[in-house]
Nanobody, 122 residues
């Protein structure tokens, strides 16, 4: 199983910064991708930023240039540096991981964190 532990959410004023972290643990054979999605009540969950095993990244157009996703040296933790925050960034942010478990015959699956609240005041 894969467990995703998130931290770093909170309340900030517009223009401020936050840094989210997500640590993956469990019987992981390999991680294909990790990243962050966000969701506002009544809306669909949307991609914010994802980084794959080769280091390629994908960002939502709305955050490109403001947010940066990186991996640590252990490659089981991702960080989302969020700068120049806007009120429209307010949402619950969910860590995402696509991973292959040990003994899973190289079949990957998606895993989600519990979510961390990010609130940006105007």
């Amino acid at each position: 199983q894969v467990q995703l532990v998130e931290s770093g959410g909170g309340l900030v004023q517009a223009g401020g910064s936050l840094r989210l972290s997500c640590a993956a643990s469990g019987s992981i054979f390999s991680i294909n991708a990790m990243g962050w999605y966000r969701q506002v009540p009544g809306n669909q969950r949307e991609l914010v930023a994802v980084i794959n095993s080769g280091g390629s990244t994908n960002y939502a157009d709305s955050v490109k240039g403001r947010f940066t996703i990186v991996r640590d040296n252990a490659k089981n933790t991702v960080y989302l540096q969020m700068n120049s925050l806007k009120p429209e960034d307010t949402a619950v942010y969910y860590c995402y991981c696509n991973a292959i478990l040990s003994g899973a015959w190289f079949t990957s699956a998606d895993y989600w964190g519990q979510g961390t609240q990010v609130t940006v005041s105007s």
